[in-house]
Nanobody, 122 residues
Framework: QVQLVESGGGLVQAGDSLILSCKAS??????????VGWFRKAREFVAAMKWDGRTTDYADSVNGRFTISRDNSKNTLYLQMNNLKPEDTAVYYCAADVMTTITTTYGVLRYWGQGTQVTVSS
């Protein structure tokens, strides 16, 4: 069973930066071969990546401001968010599944975290 736990959300001002973390644990195996992603408001795609880091994709609304990355040694996924805007306010969720390609579609990845709230004030 794969468990994902997000952290790092909070209240910031427009223009600030924030980094979200998603700690992943999977009994007995690593995340090699997994596709991972960040969504917000549960259904809106934000960023995606293959766990090997070779393939990434971003929503147009965050491209150039957000960066998805991972730390293999910690089994942790990150979302670096820069130049935050009030419209970035949402609950952010990380998701993962065993897939050969990344996905930007909500509902495809089976494993989800509980979400972390990000609030950006103007």
């Amino acid at each position: 069973q794969v468990q994902l736990v997000e952290s790092g959300g909070g209240l910031v001002q427009a223009g600030d930066s924030l980094i979200l973390s998603c700690k992943a644990s999977a009994s007995g195996h690593t995340f090699s071969g997994y596709a991972v992603g960040w969504f917000r408001k549960a259904r809106e795609f934000v960023a995606a990546m293959k766990w090997d880091g070779r393939t990434t994709d971003y929503a147009d609304s965050v491209n150039g401001r957000f960066t998805i990355s991972r730390d293999n040694s910690k089994n942790t996924l990150y979302l670096q968010m820069n130049n935050l805007k009030p419209e970035d306010t949402a609950v952010y969720y990380c998701a993962a599944d065993v897939m050969t390609t990344i996905t930007t579609t909500y509902g495809v990845l089976r494993y989800w975290g509980q979400g972390t709230q990000v609030t950006v004030s103007s």
